[in-house]
């Protein structure tokens, strides 16, 4: 069995299953194909989460270390996908709350207003103010959001990663387009 | 669901591409994960076989939280008419709790958010009115809160810390105004009052309104990018050589300001310009410069005379020294004190987990007759290593391991409980040093920074040094950095990625640690015979008076062994025709100046236990002219690109060269280049080059 290909999309087929569970068992290599097959999907979920490259680039290597520190309590009730995009997930708010900790965080900015960033960002420009108002939804909604429209998830996938139910991500959604109403 | 609008504009969500993460970030990243699986490998393998069968913590804490939940209903038989009456209040007290805007007494991020929401009202007097009464009827109250808030509120402590400089009276309004202004609604008679404060508030705040339950978006003007703080500094004028023949200025070694400006670049930031300081920049790069042979004489400078890049009527004066190098097998022991900064600001990966990495990079390169301790500071504080043998690695790494950056208690004396394991573990005859790891909090136990400064200087003088190490971005005091290394006789350097630390810590380690020569001052007097007009680039910040040179009790930059220094100057022949200045009608002041040396080089120092200078005096003489700067060595040529890269990122006012120019010079002088740092200096150029675009192509914009 070969390296398994770098899709954006894990297959939550067998052969992620078995690398889950060699690593469980303590196989270091297994490990090892097994976040290089998922690190951009990690880096991608983180960036778009957080706007903001070098952050994405933390986030990533923070949900890394997670991920090794807890494979082995990883019990597969939900796909392992979802599992990760929880991990992730948890690693954008820890971070960002570690932020908003600092003082004059002005590089804080950065993330909530991409027009700013780097020119990589340039595709976005134009979606950039919807952007920086979804990034700044309370934290559930967000993920709803981003979740459902940027990761392209069903409700019920989304509920997965969430913990919670399909009906609650809908009810997020529809309070994000609440809020969002101005700039639908 | 609610998804039946003909064009949902959040489908536009889905089509954001990430960029590309970077290589080094991404092996990086696979590495840490795999170090971490291995740790919770070992870790696994050491507990019982009982956790490999399945069963992950955060299951297990589950099932104990809901058999207590069950335990609790049958044993405490709570009445389930009360469960009822508490699901009623609760959310009725919540209620209570928002609308009366109290919630900010807590003090997080999203406290200013809401406190700016809904407009004052008075609101039901609560169980702490009275108390609040007293308070509130007096205006004064706001700096005692100040203190309290200090002293209580962690959070509130940890943000006010670092912005005690700048911001020590905004932040301190408000702070408080989290106290007073909900006492103050209370009192309702007294609404009017907070007005003012909430003003205050959300100006202290307005850059941390990216946390979510914001109603408006007017909070995300975009403010500059760094809240890190430089020495502001003027760039060091032209000087004509008949007034002013004299420069004197100190060395300096450091070379935190090109790590930064470089990290600022590569995230698509231009820096500021007080973050450029272009002596710091040249002096990143090694260069090849002859090394003494004795250590009697520590430098020798090496000096060259080549046509200006950027101007060819003028000459740059290079002026290249380099520390002597002790020969391998002379080990001097070193006794190093490791002061680490975990206050919560330092929880991030670049922070302190890199510093955990970096200083066990340098563990190793200690030897048996090395001593190391760690004194932490701010989150938590005391002595978490006693001093220890460098042999003994495992524990000197494991004592780092068990570091972790949170809280934010004050760390009282912190420095001088490091300086005092320094002195308790003081080698004769070897290095002493402390080495101070902050991200910019330097509420080491001495508030006045003056005083800090005095108390530094005073363990200098007893043998005992210090270093700055800086990490991180967005709270970086570099101008604190800066003067406690310079005051400490280290060096201060600023870390952004491992590859940062392992050239500061391991390949100029002895530098790092071994000084050679004290208090190196530099002093060239032109001959207004053959130079018209002189301008050194750089050392803005380290210039000295005349008089200074000849003063021993002048404090002046360091250098460690192997380091090298270099120094430009951009000097005007007399007759070229590029002078800036006329020359004056009537005339007939200054020396005229006669033979045809071109200046003359004087450098002091003082070797690292004596107390009085020694002098090196070269003169600059014509043979050192190059016609061409092809002829001139890569390093030179490199140096001079990385000036110009430094004036154009400046805005200098002198000599404006375009990118693409600059981008050939380091290119024909990037030489051998081992350790890269040329090769990456190409590609922070490019990356800056699209950051701030010539305005035209070619030639024509010089």
């Known amino acids: 069995m070969g390296l398994p290909s770098q899709t954006l999309v894990p297959d939550p087929a067998a052969e992620t299953r078995d690398l889950v569970a060699r690593a469980?068992?303590?196989?270091?290599?297994?490990?090892?194909?097994?976040?290089?097959?998922?690190?951009?999907?990690?880096?991608?979920?983180?960036?778009?989460?957080?706007?903001?490259?070098s952050d994405a680039e933390d986030i990533a290597q923070e949900v890394c270390i997670k991920l090794g520190n807890a494979i082995a309590g990883f019990d597969g009730r939900a796909a392992f996908s979802s599992w990760l995009y929880r991990i992730t997930l948890n690693a954008v708010r820890d971070m960002q709350r570690a932020k908003s900790r600092r003082s004059r965080q002005a590089d804080a900015l950065a993330h909530v207003s991409p027009q700013n960033g780097p020119a990589e960002q340039e595709d976005a420009a134009t979606a950039s103010q919807l952007w920086a108002a979804v990034r700044q939804l309370p934290e559930k909604q967000r993920d709803a959001v981003l979740l459902v429209y940027a990761e392209e998830m069903s409700h019920a996938e989304a509920g997965e990663v969430m913990g919670c139910k399909e009906a609650t991500v809908s009810w997020h959604i529809h309070e994000a387009r609440k809020t969002l109403r101005g700039l639908l | 669901m609610s998804d039946d609008m003909n064009h949902d504009p959040l489908k536009s969500l889905g089509e954001l591409k990430a960029p590309a993460p970077s290589e080094r970030a991404r092996e990086r990243a696979l590495g840490a994960g795999m170090a971490a699986?291995?740790?919770?490998?070992?870790?696994?393998?050491?507990?019982?076989?009982?956790?490999?069968?399945?069963?992950?913590?955060?299951?297990?804490?589950?099932?104990?939280?809901?058999?207590?939940?069950?335990?609790?209903?049958?044993?405490?038989?709570?009445?389930?008419?009360?469960?009822?009456?508490?699901?009623?209040?609760?959310?009725?007290?919540?209620?209570?709790?928002?609308?009366?805007?109290?919630?900010?007494?807590?003090?997080?991020?999203?406290?200013?958010?809401?406190?700016?929401?809904?407009?004052?009202?008075?609101?039901?007097?609560?169980?702490?009115?009275?108390?609040?009464?007293?308070?509130?009827?007096?205006?004064?109250?706001?700096?005692?809160?100040?203190?309290?808030?200090?002293?209580?509120?962690?959070?509130?402590?940890?943000?006010?810390?670092?912005?005690?400089?700048?911001?020590?009276?905004?932040?301190?309004?408000?702070?408080?105004?989290?106290?007073?202004?909900?006492?103050?609604?209370?009192?309702?008679?007294?609404?009017?009052?907070?007005?003012?404060?909430?003003?205050?508030?959300?100006?202290?705040?307005?850059?941390?309104?990216?946390?979510?339950?914001?109603?408006?978006?007017?909070?995300?003007?975009?403010?500059?990018?760094?809240?890190?703080?430089?020495?502001?500094?003027?760039?060091?004028?032209?000087?004509?050589?008949?007034?002013?023949?004299?420069?004197?200025?100190?060395?300096?070694?450091?070379?935190?300001?090109?790590?930064?400006?470089?990290?600022?670049?590569?995230?698509?930031?231009?820096?500021?310009?007080?973050?450029?300081?272009?002596?710091?920049?040249?002096?990143?790069?090694?260069?090849?410069?002859?090394?003494?042979?004795?250590?009697?004489?520590?430098?020798?400078?090496?000096?060259?005379?080549?046509?200006?890049?950027?101007?060819?009527?003028?000459?740059?004066?290079?002026?290249g020294i380099k520390g002597y190098v002790p020969p391998?097998?002379?080990?001097?022991?070193?006794?190093?004190?490791?002061?680490?900064?975990?206050?919560?600001?330092?929880?991030?990966?670049?922070?302190?987990?890199?510093?955990?990495?970096?200083?066990?990079?340098?563990?190793?390169?200690?030897?048996?007759?090395?001593?190391?301790?760690i004194v932490v500071y701010a989150g938590s504080a005391g002595v978490v290593l006693e001093p220890t043998a460098a042999t003994d690695k495992a524990k000197i790494l494991g004592a780092l391991d068990r570091l972790g950056a949170g809280g934010s208690t004050a760390g009282a004396e912190g420095i001088e409980l490091a300086y005092r394991l320094a002195e308790e573990g003081?080698?004769?005859?070897?290095?002493?040093?402390?080495?101070?790891?902050?991200?910019?909090?330097?509420?080491?136990?001495?508030?006045?920074?003056?005083?800090?400064?005095?108390?530094?200087?005073?363990?200098?003088?007893?043998?005992?040094?210090?270093?700055?190490?800086?990490?991180?971005?967005?709270?970086?005091?570099?101008?604190?950095?800066?003067?406690?290394?310079?005051?400490?006789?280290?060096?201060?350097?600023?870390?952004?990625?491992?590859?940062?630390?392992?050239?500061?810590?391991?390949?100029?380690?002895?530098?790092?640690?071994?000084?050679?020569?004290?208090?190196?001052?530099?002093?060239?007097?032109?001959?207004?015979?053959?130079?018209?007009?002189?301008?050194?680039?750089?050392?803005?910040t380290r210039a000295l008076k005349r008089e200074d040179f000849n003063n021993d009790a002048v404090d002046a930059g360091d250098i460690g062994a192997g380091h090298s220094v270099t120094a430009l100057y951009e000097i005007t022949p007399v007759g070229s025709g590029a002078q800036m200045v006329d020359p004056l009608r009537y005339g007939g002041e200054g020396a005229a100046g006669s033979g045809d040396e071109i200046g003359f080089l004087k450098m002091r120092y003082k070797l690292p236990d004596e107390d009085v200078s020694r002098l090196i005096e070269v003169p600059v003489t014509p043979e050192l002219v190059h016609g061409d700067i092809a002829d001139v060595g890569d390093d030179m040529r490199f140096a001079a690109a990385v000036a110009a890269f430094g004036q154009k990122l400046k805005g200098s006012s002198y000599g404006a060269m375009s990118w693409d120019a600059i981008a050939a010079l380091a290119q024909s002088g990037r030489g051998a280049d081992e350790?890269?740092?040329?090769?990456?200096?190409?590609?922070?150029?490019?990356?800056?080059?699209?950051?701030?675009?010539?305005?035209?192509?070619?030639?024509?914009?010089?």
């Not at chain 2, 080698?427 to 001495?446: K, P, Q, S, Y």
């Not at chain 2, 080059?689 to 010089?702: I, M, N, V």
């Open chain 2, 328 to 373: 391998m097998g002379e080990d001097r022991p070193s006794n190093l004190v490791f002061l680490i900064d975990t206050s919560g600001s330092m929880d991030e990966p670049d922070k302190l987990p890199l510093l955990k990495r970096a200083f066990g990079l340098m563990v190793d390169q200690l030897s048996a007759n090395d001593r190391v301790s």
């Open chain 2, 37 to 319: 699986f291995e740790a919770a490998k070992t870790r696994e393998t050491k507990k019982s076989a009982a956790a490999t069968q399945g069963t992950g913590w955060g299951r297990r804490l589950t099932s104990i939280i809901a058999s207590l939940k069950g335990n609790w209903i049958m044993d405490l038989r709570l009445p389930i008419g009360t469960a009822a009456i508490a699901l009623l209040i609760l959310p009725l007290g919540y209620q209570l709790y928002t609308t009366t805007s109290m919630t900010p007494a807590q003090g997080r991020a999203t406290g200013p958010a809401e406190i700016i929401a809904p407009p004052p009202e008075p609101a039901p007097a609560t169980a702490e009115a009275p108390a609040a009464n007293l308070q509130a009827s007096q205006p004064a109250p706001v700096p005692m809160l100040a203190e309290e808030s200090r002293a209580n509120a962690p959070a509130a402590k940890q943000e006010m810390a670092p912005m005690r400089d700048a911001l020590a009276q905004g932040g301190a309004g408000a702070d408080t105004d989290f106290e007073a202004a909900p006492m103050a609604q209370d009192n309702a008679a007294s609404a009017q009052r907070p007005a003012p404060a909430f003003g205050a508030t959300t100006e202290g705040y307005a850059d941390l309104m990216a946390e979510p339950g914001l109603p408006s978006i007017i909070m995300t003007q975009p403010v500059e990018p760094s809240g890190d703080q430089f020495t502001p500094f003027d760039e060091s004028r032209l000087k004509v050589v008949a007034d002013e023949p004299v420069s004197t200025f100190s060395i300096d070694v450091d070379t935190a300001s090109y790590s930064y400006v470089r990290r600022q670049i590569e995230d698509g930031f231009l820096p500021e310009s007080d973050a450029v300081r272009i002596e710091e920049m040249i002096n990143y790069f090694p260069y090849d410069y002859a090394a003494p042979e004795m250590a009697e004489v520590p430098f020798e400078p090496i000096m060259a005379v080549y046509p200006t890049p950027w101007n060819s009527k003028t000459q740059l004066l290079h002026i």
């Open chain 2, 675 to 702: 350790g890269g740092y040329r090769a990456e200096f190409m590609q922070v150029l490019k990356t800056a080059a699209l950051l701030k675009p010539d305005t035209c192509a070619g030639e024509g914009c010089r």
């Open chain 1, 24 to 53: 469980q068992n303590g196989d270091g290599e297994a490990f090892g194909e097994l976040i290089e097959a998922h690190y951009d999907l990690i880096y991608r979920a983180a960036y778009k989460w957080s706007g903001h490259r």
């Open chain 2, 426 to 540: 003081r080698i004769e005859g070897g290095t002493n040093r402390v080495i101070l790891a902050t991200d910019g909090d330097f509420n080491v136990g001495i508030a006045d920074p003056e005083q800090l400064e005095d108390f530094i200087k005073a363990k200098r003088d007893s043998g005992v040094t210090l270093s700055v190490l800086g990490f991180g971005r967005g709270n970086l005091d570099d101008a604190t950095m800066q003067a406690l290394a310079q005051n400490g006789n280290g060096n201060a350097s600023y870390i952004a990625n491992f590859r940062e630390a392992q050239k500061v810590l391991v390949e100029e380690g002895g530098s790092t640690l071994q000084m050679i020569a004290k208090d190196v001052k530099i002093q060239v007097e032109f001959n207004p015979a053959v130079v018209a007009e002189y301008r050194l680039i750089g050392y803005e």
